[in-house]
């Protein structure tokens, strides 16, 4: 039986005039990889702060691991990992002080944090880099820890805003193995991406478009319906000629 | 910490040239030297004739420059930006519109609007128009793509090239790989080196080795399946596909194709393919590797794509 755990209905978000999300209804399935994609300007970044309990709807439902939004947004911040490609990790603490923080802001014990934290270390070939400041590690270990951290209290879900902006071709596959294995264990991936080669990785990938969503399905039927050969060109056809400029 | 070695380089009046490579690989310090904002350690450089230390002046005068993240004033609107960066270079708006009038039509309708509410696209065409209010010779554009969605990547080269038909020289920077082949020659550029400098055709042809793409219904066991294939050079996955290289003429593709079906694939399609810059920059990345690269291909350990 499929369990859905994200639910939005009918969600709304307005800055004064301007509709940023203009009744989104969607279900994310646990387990899935999710992609979340649209042109800049067409309110990704808005609905995902809401999820993420970081800002309230105009009006809507919206439930995220069986939390409601409006009344539990301390319980969905406990429940979900979160990594960015502009904020991850702290430049000015080192490897394993960054492990030891975020494990310790997300409840994990002494014992589970010096545990998971060698773990951690030694699957992303970091242990020679514990004592290392994260300014001085490259950016694509950089990302991969910041991930690994992102789900190190085993959420159920975890949102990644663009995740592999910038990083070299051969980190970004390695990336994505990560984003595979978590999968595998059941977390569920929420992903936004300017990567259209990534949109084929996941199992439904949504497009919005001026503040509503123009599709939403597997990569293979989205192409179909299209008529289009990769998702770089599905995404060309659906979010070119619109309004936001 | 060494951000560039040893980098040698010239471009003629009027290409388009691009540094293809990730964060790190030391793009943004490189322009900034050409911009004459930083000061090398070690060597020589020249914009138009002038030195980048010893003429500076004269170079801030003819230089367009577009720095990552925006170089726009928020507060300001769209068309006070652009008064702004004209009056800094004794210009007006007027006297060099025709050269920014495509690019500018199109945010000229939100003129009044005050930079910080634009949306990324509109942004970067705005800083494109400031950049050349005051018909520079040369533009330096340092990752002017990244964070934007693929719509406006495309608008945004097709812009570039137009450019080109009033003979300025562009240099520009991105992580985007399959922008390479926009440009007249790129430079891949990786932990301050640049590993090849040629027309992106040109760097296609020199890949050494055979490529192919290979799908099936089971994508995820297939990499792995791949991987233990005798004989393979390497596996990358390419959305749907993974791309697997081979010494010239060692791959019979209907022993592959067996090989495939007893480890339980259908639908399986094997294609000879030209590689990609991607393609290329991935295994100059692994034939020569710098020790940060040979850390990062050695760090993949259990159950691995690659």
Known sequence: MVQNIITVKNLVKKFGHFVANDHLNFEVRKGEIFGFLGANGAGKTTAIRILCGLSYPTSGEVKVGDFDIYTQRNDIKRNIGYMSQRFSLYDDLTVYENIRFYAGIYGLSRKEISTKSAMLMKKLGLEEAKDKLIKDVPLGWKQKLAFSVAIIHDPKIVFLDEPTGGVDPITRRQFWNLIFEAALEGITVFVTTHYMDEAEYCDRVTIMVDGKIAALDTPAILKKTYDAANMNEVFLKLARNTSTA | MKALHDISFEIPKGELFGFIGPDGAGKTTLFRILATLVLPDKGMALVEGFDVVKDFKKIRKILGYMPGRFSLYMDLSVEENLSFYATIFGTTIKQNYDLIKDIYRQIEPFKTRRAGDL??????????????????????????????????????????????????TIMVSTPYMDEASLCDRVALIQDGKIMKINKPEEIIVDYRFQLWAVRSGKSFDLLKDLHNYPGIHSVQVFGQSAHIAFEKSILSVEDLRKYLINTGHKDIEIEEIKPNIEDCFMELMVLDPTPQEKKIINSDSEGTML
């Not at chain 2, 990752?143 to 080269?157: L, M, N």
């Open chain 2, 119 to 168: 949306s990324g696209g509109m942004k970067q065409k705005l800083a494109l128009c400031c950049a050349l209010i005051h018909k520079p010779a040369v533009i330096f554009l340092d990752e002017p793509t990244t964070g934007v969605d693929a719509v406006s990547r495309v608008e945004f080269w097709e812009m570039l090239r137009r450019l080109k038909e009033s003979n300025i």
